[in-house]
């Protein structure tokens, strides 16, 4: 599989809109909690990702 460390980064990204997106006033707005929680699990899940592809490659012989 390629490192295409640009996707993990994106999906980084977008895990932290996930978490900022305004939805107040909208039709969404219940569903808020749950896009919080999304964001959160896509954050942390492509941090780790991320830290451990540059270990890999840090490591790698």
């Known amino acids: ?8 980064f994106l999906a980084l990204l977008a895990g932290f809109a ?3 997106l305004p939805v107040a006033g909208t039709i969404f707005a219940g569903l808020e909690p749950i896009l919080a929680v999304i964001g959160i699990v896509v954050v942390l899940l ?3 990702i991320i830290v451990w592809k540059a270990l890999e490659s ?3 012989r």
């Not at 599989?1 to 993990?8: C, G, I």
């Open 1 to 8: 599989m390629q490192n295409n460390y640009w996707l993990y």
């Open 18 to 20: 996930f978490i900022l």
């Open 46 to 48: 492509f941090a780790v």
């Open 58 to 60: 840090l490591f790698k």
